[in-house]
């Protein structure tokens, strides 16, 4: 298995592009979230999705869109990039977001100019 | 929503000495608490977890206890080593029931550093 998959590992947006981060994962795992780590505040989580077809906000979802087609797939849309979604952003599943562990991606880091 | 306060934000301990990592969190309702580490440039991954169920669990060098009257809890690490070294979060969850069910909250992180 090849776990949680994040792509890109690297990405540099001018202020209002657009853009996508991918994640997909391969265990069948129901729960699946995006977190954005920032210094000195810890991995806050923008959206998150207890399955395919269901989405919700976690503490930061201004400026990020999400959809759930499919199990397997989370992607994370930047509407308008902003120099303040300049983060690392990490993908994350888990069996089925309760007591089980959440399996992290390699992240994704965004630089905003 | 649930707030997770963590401290110390950094540690420095010597190799053998124990550490011990110290959170509390907000919503009474949370009943899940798990511990991550991140290593430097890696991905967090899970070290330990306590329910609310439970006081304390114990995992080789590492220890989680919890006192839910206060809620608080904390993670123990004894005999240090320089591979301990590493960023630990903690986390709060309603891992069942509620209207806040998935949302898993993480504390700031403490950066731990284990001089040899």
């Known amino acids: 298995n090849a776990g949680v998959t994040q792509t890109p590992k690297f990405q540099v947006l001018k202020t209002g592009q657009s853009m996508t981060l991918q994640c997909a994962q391969d265990m069948n795992h129901e729960y699946m979230s995006w977190y954005r780590q920032d210094p000195g505040m810890g991995l806050r989580l923008i959206h998150y999705?207890?399955?395919?077809?269901?989405?919700d906000q976690g503490e930061v979802p201004n400026g990020y869109n999400v959809s759930r087609s499919t199990t397997e797939d989370f992607p994370l849309r930047l509407l308008s990039a902003a120099p303040s979604q300049t983060s690392v952003y990490f993908c994350?599943?888990?069996?089925?977001?309760?007591?089980?562990?959440?399996?992290f991606g390699n992240g994704t880091r965004l630089t905003v100019t | 929503g649930e707030n997770v306060e963590q401290h110390p934000s950094t540690l420095s301990v010597q190799e053998g000495d124990s550490a011990v990592i110290k959170c509390t969190y907000s919503?009474?309702?949370?009943?899940?608490f798990p511990w991550y580490k991140q290593e430097l440039g890696k991905r967090p991954q899970l070290i330990i977890d306590?329910?609310?169920?439970?006081g304390e669990k114990k995992d080789q060098r590492i220890a989680v206890t919890l006192n839910k009257t206060a809620k608080h809890f904390s993670l123990h690490i004894t005999e240090t080593q320089p591979e301990d070294s590493a960023v630990y979060f903690c986390a709060a969850s309603i891992a069942a029931g509620g209207t806040s069910y998935g949302k898993l909250t993480f504390g700031q992180g403490t950066i731990l550093t284990v001089h040899p």
């Open positions: 306590i329910r609310s169920n439970v």
């Open positions: 999705s207890v399955g395919a077809g269901i989405t």
């Open positions: 919503d009474s309702a949370s009943n899940y």
């Open positions: 994350a599943s888990s069996y089925d977001g309760s007591w089980s562990p959440l399996h």
